[in-house]
């Protein structure tokens, strides 16, 4: 499972908030309590004293009556202290430390692996980075309404484009539910608004809850940032080296409205290099098209299309434009 460097800066930045504003809590608290129970600052001078004074005892290799001496002191101090909490009418757990997480008491990370409650935040940058792909905000599988496809017999195929699109949508669900590294490619391809960009957008949210890295994006903005990065004069082509990694590097890429960018050369040696890495790497794509595969053919070199039709799962969608039918509903 690969984890977008620059979605966990954005997570860890906002749990690092977050675990200031707790410390800022923590330290109203003990103010207050020092104002009504002054002796307790002493006291946890003291004590705090004592610590170090046991760290030191034992790295100094001091004999176990030294260490126990200092320890006997230690809880002797920790007991007055629990006593003056106690005269000034407060509980013992308002002054502790009151970590927002105790496993990894709130550095975010759990030995080298980030802890679970960064990834919690994470998953939230997950979805302001998908915003754009969740323009409705109702792009779920259970919102997802087969009756708006024609029932009837479809004269080329024999199938109704409804029952086309059961399959098609049983299959998405399947897809989104056991994503991983094993999973296929998948290329979505037929008219305007049947539903492709909808269905990419239910894959994207419940894959993307489950913890893997997504990325979202056109096809003419995704070559945009290959452009910027091989033919900018400029040295400050940072952010668009960095949008081409996550491109490359992310568990699962949905590439939006392949051949509505103006095709060059470029473009078609972009394409290749991003669908390559992605395979060679064994990282997933989703394509979305609205061109047959035959006109696809005619735009795209024989390489980018054998692997379009080896190593990816197509998933033709039929029908009218939907949109149009909820309008009219």
Known sequence: ?????????????????????????????????????????????????????LVNAALSQAGNEKIEEIRRKNLELQEERRVQLMMAGLPEE????????????DTGFNGVEPCDCLMELYIEEQKKSLSSLFKLGN???????????????DPDTGVSPRRSMEI??????????????????LFFNGAPGLGKTFLSACIAR???????????????SIFAQFEEVKFSRSDDTE????????????????????????????TVSALYELINTRLIT???????????????????????????EGEYQVLTFRGDDIRKKRNVI
């Open 168 to 185: 098609i949508y049983e299959t998405c669900v399947e897809y989104a539910r056991k994503f991983n590294m094993k999973s296929m490619n």
């Open 94 to 105: 308002y002054v502790e430390d009151g970590y927002m997480c105790d496993i990894c008491r």
């Open 239 to 266: 952010d668009a080296r960095s949008e081409v990694k996550r491109y490359l590097e992310c568990d699962l890429l949905i590439l939006d409205d392949l051949g509505t960018e103006m095709t060059t050369s470029f």
């Open 282 to 308: 064994n990282k997933k794509t989703i394509v979305n098209s609205n061109l047959t595969m035959g006109e696809l053919n005619k735009r795209y070199s024989m390489q980018i299309m054998s692997r379009f």
């Open 206 to 220: 419940v894959v993307a809850e489950n913890g893997f890295s997504v990325v979202y994006d056109m096809a003419s």
């Open 1 to 53: 499972m690969s984890i977008d460097g620059k979605l966990l800066a954005r997570a860890k930045a906002a749990h690092d908030a977050m675990r200031r504003h707790n410390e800022e809590l923590y330290e109203r608290r003990l103010e207050r309590v020092y104002a009504r129970a002054p002796l307790v600052r002493t006291l946890d001078v003291e004590i705090r004293a004592t610590m170090s004074e």
């Open 139 to 153: 792009e779920t599988f259970d919102s997802f309404d087969l009756l708006f496809y024609d029932d009837s017999l």
